[in-house]
């Protein structure tokens, strides 16, 4: 639906720049190989303690991160 004859913004990223959503996508690339990394990390060196320990709170918090930011950016 158009309201006076402009289309509402209802994606968040659309109203992020070019260099933000390149941003963005790299910082997720790096968290998600980071998450492989320690997923091999761990039982090759034999930690004792279970992947989900480090990755669970990474992913939470990364993904919490980007809706702030997705959410409350400057006009």
């Known amino acids: 639906m158009y309201f006076c004859g402009v289309k509402p913004n209802l994606h968040p990223l659309a109203g992020l720049s070019s260099l933000q959503r390149w941003f ?26 279970a992947p989900w320990v480090i990755i669970g709170p990474t992913l939470f918090f990364a993904a919490v991160v980007t809706v702030i930011w997705t959410t409350h950016h400057e006009e």
Not at 24 to 49: D, M, N
Request: charged share 5%; aromatic share 12%.
């Open 24 to 49: 963005l996508g790299t910082a997720w690339l790096v968290i998600a190989l980071k998450c492989v990394a320690v997923s091999w990390a761990i039982p090759h060196y034999g930690v004792p303690i």
